[in-house]
């Protein structure tokens, strides 16, 4: 078993192969789908040339399977999925919606593990552990 990428929603597989896919959408409303490589750190993305978007841009990330939005609850510019490792234990990995902006978080009982070089943007990533993480 290898790792994988699960929506907290459908509970639908999000990766393969090398990518993780999800539907995008744009500021402009434009749709398209956006892959990203499944190594937590890793900030690879391919998307349609004819895709547009702008270095910095918000986008709405759902889910490829369901469409449901992936945006978390705790703050704005995030988005979550399930993460299953290869010993089949899940966490949660929440990831900066902002184009470009190269944050993530991997939470995993009570412990946040942060990565990519915008980090100090989001100060006080005690946030997520507030209530509770789903």
């Not at 990203?36 to 702008?54: A, Q, R, V, W």
């Amino acid at each position: 078993m290898g790792t994988n990428y699960l929506c907290p929603h459908c509970r639908g597989l999000l990766n393969v192969k090398d990518y993780i896919i999800f539907s995008a959408k744009n500021s402009n409303d434009e749709s398209g789908l956006l892959l990203l490589h499944p190594e937590i750190g890793n900030y690879t993305s391919f998307k349609n040339k004819d895709f547009k978007i702008d270095i910095g841009e918000e986008l709405t990330i759902s889910c490829s399977i369901c469409h449901s939005n992936l945006e978390t609850e705790k703050h704005e510019n995030f988005a979550q999925v399930q993460y299953i490792d290869p010993n089949g234990h899940e966490s949660t990995v929440i990831f900066s919606k902002i184009y470009g902006e190269k944050v993530t978080y991997h939470v995993d009982n009570k412990k946040i593990l942060s990565y990519g070089e915008h980090c100090k943007r989001y100060a006080d990533p005690e946030w997520f552990l507030e209530n509770s993480i789903d």
